[in-house]
C-alpha cells in the first residue's frame, strides 16, 4: 500500500483548494454561499452575536459543532460597560485577518511560501457624523490604514495583489447592498 502525501503550503490543502476549484469550475452553483449571525442586544451598546450555521457547496453545512459568539461594546468613554470590542474594531479585525488570509491562500495556490505575517490596522472616524452634529462628516470610517510585514521571497506587489482577493475588502471599499427590516414586537 502506497502512502499518500498531502501537499500542505501556508496552513493551506493545496490539494484540496485546486480540487474545489475545480469542482466550482464544473457547477457554479456550488459557489454561492450565505453567511448568517444571529445579534441580541443586552444593555446600552452591549450586544452579543452568535454564528453556527451557513449555506455553501449547495447545502447547508452541518460541519460546524459549536456555535461562535462575539460580543461588541464600547468603552467608558463612548458610554459603555466595555464588554468587548466596538462594532468598527471588529470590523478593523475582519479586515486585517481577510486581507491576511486572502494573501496566504492564494500564495499556497501559486507556491509562494509565506513564512510569517503580522499586521496592524487602524481606522479614523469624526463622532460629528454618528452623533448627528454634522451632516457633511461620515457615521463610519473615513479611513482604513492596514501595514502588514510579511516573511516571504515574494515581491510587495505580488502579495498586494494577492491580499486584494480578500472578500471584506471588496465588501468594505466596495458599496454593498444593505436592507434593514424592523419588525415590531
Same mark, same amino acid.
Not at 483548494?17 to 446600552?44: C, M, S, Y
Not at 452623533?131 to 516571504?152: A, M
Not at 482577493?165 to 414586537?185: G, L, R, Y
Given at each position: 500500500?502506497?502512502?499518500?502525501? /498531502? *501537499?500542505? $503550503?501556508?496552513?493551506?490543502?493545496?490539494?484540496?483548494?485546486?480540487?474545489? !476549484?475545480?469542482?466550482?469550475?464544473?457547477?457554479?452553483?456550488?459557489?454561492?454561499?450565505?453567511?448568517?449571525?444571529? &445579534?441580541?442586544?443586552?444593555?446600552?451598546?452591549? #450586544?452579543? @452575536?452568535?454564528?453556527?450555521? +451557513?449555506?455553501?457547496?449547495?447545502?447547508?453545512?452541518?460541519?460546524?459543532?459549536?456555535?461562535?459568539?462575539?460580543? #461588541? @461594546?464600547?468603552?467608558?468613554?463612548?458610554?459603555?460597560?466595555?464588554?468587548?470590542?466596538?462594532?468598527?474594531?471588529? /470590523?478593523?479585525?475582519? %479586515?486585517?485577518?481577510? %486581507?491576511?488570509?486572502?494573501?496566504?491562500?492564494?500564495?499556497?495556490?501559486?507556491?509562494?511560501?509565506?513564512?510569517?505575517?503580522? @499586521?496592524? !490596522?487602524?481606522?479614523?472616524?469624526?463622532?460629528?457624523? +454618528?452623533?448627528?452634529?454634522?451632516?457633511? /462628516?461620515?457615521?463610519?470610517? *473615513?479611513?482604513?490604514?492596514?501595514?502588514? $510585514? /510579511?516573511? @516571504?521571497?515574494?515581491?510587495?506587489?505580488?502579495?498586494? &495583489?494577492?491580499?486584494?482577493?480578500?472578500?471584506? +475588502?471588496?465588501?468594505?471599499?466596495?458599496?454593498?447592498?444593505?436592507?434593514?427590516?424592523?419588525?415590531?414586537?
Amino acid at each position: 500500500m502506497e502512502a499518500t502525501t /498531502v *501537499n500542505i $503550503k501556508n496552513g493551506v490543502n493545496v490539494d484540496q483548494l485546486v480540487e474545489t !476549484i475545480g469542482h466550482i469550475q464544473d457547477q457554479p452553483e456550488l459557489a454561492k454561499f450565505e453567511f448568517r449571525a444571529k &445579534n441580541n442586544w443586552i444593555e446600552g451598546g452591549h #450586544c452579543v @452575536s452568535s454564528v453556527k450555521g +451557513f449555506y455553501g457547496a449547495g447545502q447547508e453545512d452541518s460541519t460546524r459543532q459549536e456555535t461562535f459568539t462575539m460580543a #461588541c @461594546s464600547h468603552p467608558q468613554v463612548l458610554l459603555g460597560a466595555d464588554e468587548g470590542a466596538t462594532p468598527p474594531e471588529v /470590523v478593523l479585525h475582519a %479586515l486585517s485577518s481577510c %486581507l491576511t488570509g486572502a494573501m496566504v491562500y492564494h500564495a499556497a495556490a501559486n507556491g509562494i511560501d509565506i513564512d510569517g505575517a503580522e @499586521s496592524n !490596522i487602524k481606522g479614523t472616524a469624526d463622532l460629528h457624523g +454618528f452623533l448627528g452634529l454634522d451632516p457633511e /462628516v461620515r457615521k463610519g470610517f *473615513n479611513g482604513i490604514h492596514f501595514k502588514l $510585514k /510579511v516573511k @516571504s521571497d515574494a515581491t510587495v506587489e505580488q502579495l498586494e &495583489n494577492l491580499a486584494k482577493f480578500s472578500p471584506v +475588502f471588496d465588501m468594505i471599499t466596495n458599496p454593498t447592498p444593505v436592507t434593514i427590516e424592523i419588525v415590531k414586537e
